[in-house]
């Protein structure tokens, strides 16, 4: 890539493309077809101490095509190559495999790939290029690296722009394409102080292009991070009430998400079952939205794999379970429409997209709980979660996890050595104390402060 400014590829010709499959598809006689297609366009660089650690550009494609043969059951196939030649290798290669297709489980057009799509407004924004990275990127390291004398290094830091573009096509006439352009910043400094263990903290930013970045946000909020951890102490074992930033509360949701998950309840790991709708899974004033559409979503898309429109969807309200997320599978299973949260593949999997966390209309947040039930004199504020892969089990709903974080006692604040929390999910969400009022947008999802009584603490032996 460049050291210029460029925009965005040209976008595919979907109308061409899918008359290129039609047509190939009336020789071979396959009456029954559907095309999945992304491809991406990347430059990330890295540096250390003022060097250039790592520069990269990338791009990336992957297609997926589907043939339903006259038995009704699927072939599916996976390429990168959107030739017409690559493209009649698929269709062929689709046709064979179905022969082989699991009659157990059949996919189906979703019957929503042909309706409106809603309008988004993430204008594509220009590529600085690689030069342009790396400068801005050894500034940010310089300028946090300037903030306290205890900041050795920024071991882990990175600087990305890219733009990308998916589509979804059909033998019944879906015609579906989105381009989208998308920049990140994270910076994860080090901090060390003679006779102390070093410390660390980091921050992320997310814009829809490198220019819209908040570079010196980003720089602040990682100093402050680091630096209020130097100040650190053991932690007793015990059960605390905590607050879990929004960062850390979505990070929990989100590994427990197989609990409002379609797909996982009849893969048989869920904590869910066919008949959980309407059941009650958190405290009254809390719920929970899925909603890809929201502005603050800078990778949003108007469609999901199966060419289904993106839609807000409410997943908890007054605490009770309201809808699960579905691909079309699913959703005929349930009796009800899919939701918009499939991805295409050899198994269409289903995922959210995007978590709001709120509290209900016509509720209190419980306030009037935190202060009656708990003392504020002492709580643990839990600002990130790690090792999520190794200490959640999702299928059983407990988790034991490291976090960073720090101990609040009579307003002054002490980072915490080294402790994990564990729990219950279900136990977490029936033991929400209170949401504060005012929820932040974050990289990752919405949602406010979050305060849970009772959760179990373990210290440093």
């Avoid at 009796?335 to 978590?355: E, N, R």
């Avoid at 729990?423 to 974050?442: C, F, Y």
Wanted: with cysteine; hydrophobic share 35%; net charge negative.
């Amino acid at each position: 890539m460049s050291g210029t400014n460029s925009t965005a590829p040209q976008a595919l010709n979907v109308s061409d493309l899918r008359d290129q499959l039609d047509g190939m598809a009336h020789r071979e006689g396959i009456h029954k077809w559907d095309l999945g297609a992304s491809r991406s366009s990347n430059a990330t660089v890295q540096v250390d101490r003022g060097e250039a650690k790592q520069l990269k550009a990338s791009q990336r494609s992957s297609i997926t095509v589907r043939v339903w043969n006259d038995a009704g059951l699927v072939g599916i196939t996976s390429t990168t190559d959107l030739s017409p030649s690559g493209l009649e290798r698929a269709l062929i290669g689709a046709r064979d495999a179905s022969q082989f297709g699991n009659a157990n489980d059949i996919p189906g057009f979703s019957p929503l790939a042909m309706a409106p799509t809603p309008e988004l407004n993430r204008p594509l924004q220009p590529a600085l290029g690689i030069q342009k990275l790396l400068s801005t990127l050894k500034q940010a390291e310089k300028d946090l690296l300037g903030q306290h004398q205890a900041i050795e290094t920024v071991p882990y830091n990175g600087l990305s722009e890219g733009s990308s573009e998916r589509i979804y096509l059909n033998s019944d006439g879906a015609v579906r394409q989105v381009q989208r352009t998308q920049a990140s910043l994270y910076l994860y400094a080090r901090a060390e102080e003679m006779g102390r263990k070093p410390r660390s903290g980091g921050a992320i930013r997310v814009a829809l292009g490198s220019e819209g970045l908040d570079v010196q946000g980003c720089v602040d909020e990682a100093a402050q991070r680091t630096l209020s951890h130097l100040n650190y102490q053991p932690i007793d074992t015990g059960r605390y009430l905590v607050c879990f930033t929004p960062e850390a509360f979505l990070d929990l949701l989100g590994a427990f998400s197989s609990l409002m998950n379609a797909r996982a309840i009849l893969d048989g790991v869920s904590l869910s079952d066919a008949d959980s709708i309407g059941s009650r899974l958190a405290v009254p004033f809390l719920s929970l939205h899925d909603n890809g559409l929201h502005p603050g979503h800078v990778g949003a898309a108007p469609f999901d794999g199966e060419g289904t429109p993106t839609q807000r969807l409410r997943l908890i309200h007054n605490g009770q379970l309201e809808s699960f997320l579905h691909s079309e599978a699913t959703a005929r299973h349930f009796g009800v429409k899919p939701t918009g949260h499939a991805g295409l593949g050899a198994k269409v999997s289903v995922g959210p997209d995007w978590f709001e966390v709120s509290t209900s209309e016509g509720t209190t947040s419980g306030t009037t709980h935190l202060h009656h039930s708990t003392s504020l004199d002492t709580f643990v504020l839990i600002e990130s979660l790690n090792a999520l892969h190794a200490g959640v089990k999702a299928s059983q709903g407990s988790f034991s996890l490291p976090f960073d974080g720090w101990l609040v006692r009579d307003g002054e604040k002490l980072s915490v050595e080294s402790a994990t929390v564990a729990g219950d999910i279900r136990q977490v969400l029936s033991g929400i104390v209170h949401l504060e009022p005012d929820a932040k947008v974050t990289h990752q999802g919405v949602s406010p402060h979050v305060w849970v009584d009772g959760l179990a603490i373990t210290g440093e032996a």
